[in-house]
């Protein structure tokens, strides 16, 4: 049993993965509404509030039953902000020493691109191994605040990148739009709430790179389109078109994931599509990418809504499958990596 820290961005989690079972239990400390009065993450309330949690978050889950069977520490290694994951890098050092267990450091994006796969593994734990080969090759979609990502995951559980973002990720359109909009943080779940009652074609928003063949997302062209859009309509007129604005922008987002997720379908076979990360909550997201997996003949599967965000399940269930990996990441004496790639 792995016992599994995160603390990469503003939340602060642990959990206890079991590989005969799945996840025994998990805990959350999200910090979403210290940083939403700045608009954004502010590192070091982030920071200060990681060291305020985790002694409380440990005081849990040393009461639950499964803490008795932990015979692994698993920690989030990066990418992310540094001071936050030397936090949850002592708390788990920490615990490992003081148990006399091995700690292993596990790349932040690999586990949210395992993710997907954990409800397989919880319907049928003795059987994972032959259930994930039937859904392999796999291609996987994150979407968050920090990252936008194609990648695949090949028949022998290899993971490649496929491409990623130039610029802004997908939750950081969004959460950006919304700031231009003056319409709260975090501004994805604030612009499809609002997105609801509007029209998705009543603004012409760009797609982002339209190149044909090219699976590189960017979404900077069309913040600035907003921007110039907003600056030209005067104030009531922007109140009173925030349903259509709203709608319009999440069409565009929703459009760039989607046509570049078809693109990389068309280049070969999958036998299953993945979505994970906080921008995988929007519905519409789901419904499209869902849609072009059906379209393709592969099955279609999202990380459970709490496994979204930041979570420790997601980081103790990759510990556990990609087992050689996060050795290799740990290497000897574990060691944070605030710019990890997948
Ligand atoms: O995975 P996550 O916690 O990101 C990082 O820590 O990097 O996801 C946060 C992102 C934010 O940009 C937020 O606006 C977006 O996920 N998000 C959504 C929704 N819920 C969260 N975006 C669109 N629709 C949602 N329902």
């Not at 291609?139 to 130039?166: D, K, M, P, W, Y």
């Not at 231009?180 to 509007?198: F, K, M, Q, S, T």
């Not at 987002?253 to 068309?266: F, G, I, N, P, R």
């Not at 980081?315 to 996060?326: K, L, N, P, T, V």
């Amino acid at each position: 049993m792995i016992l599994a820290f995160e603390s990469s961005c503003d939340e602060s989690a642990i959990a206890v993965f079991d590989p005969a079972s799945g996840v025994a239990c998990e805990w959350v400390h999200s910090q979403i509404s210290l940083h939403s009065e700045h608009g954004g993450v502010v590192p070091d309330i982030a920071t200060r509030e990681h060291l305020r949690h985790f002694g409380p978050l440990l005081r849990l889950a040393i009461k639950d039953p499964s803490w008795r069977g932990v015979s692994q520490v698993a920690v989030t290694r990066g990418p992310g902000l540094a001071a936050c994951l030397a936090v949850g890098a002592a708390a788990a050092k920490s615990v490992a020493r003081a148990l006399r267990l091995p700690v292993v450091g596990v790349n932040h994006l690999r586990a949210h691109a395992w993710s997907p796969f954990i409800p397989l593994h919880a319907e049928s734990p003795g059987a994972f191994q032959e259930r994930l080969r039937e859904l392999l090759p796999h291609l996987g979609l994150i979407v968050s605040g920090g990252n936008t990502i194609l990648f695949s995951i090949s028949e022998a559980g290899a993971l490649e990148q496929l491409s990623s973002t130039r610029d802004d990720a997908a939750g950081e359109a969004l959460d950006k739009g919304a700031k231009l909009l003056g319409i709260g943080y975090p501004g994805g779940p604030e612009i499809e709430r609002r997105a609801a009652g509007g029209r998705p074609d009543a603004f012409d928003f760009p797609r982002g790179i339209g190149r044909p063949g090219d699976l590189d997302f960017s979404f900077s062209g069309l913040k600035t389109s907003l921007r110039y859009r907003v600056q030209a309509m005067p104030e009531p007129q922007v109140r009173a078109s925030l349903a259509d604005l709203c709608a319009s922008y999440q069409a565009a987002v929703v459009d760039a994931l989607s046509s570049k997720t078809a693109a990389a379908l068309e280049r070969r076979p999958y036998r299953s599509v993945g979505l994970s990360g906080g921008v995988a909550n929007n519905r519409a997201l789901c419904g499209a990418i869902e849609a072009r997996a059906r379209n393709a003949g592969a099955r279609f599967m999202a990380a459970l809504p709490r496994h979204t965000g930041d979570n420790a399940a997601m980081i103790g269930f990759a510990a556990w499958i990609d087992a050689a990996d996060s050795a290799r990441f740990s290497g000897g004496a574990l060691q944070v990596d605030p710019g990890a790639y997948l």
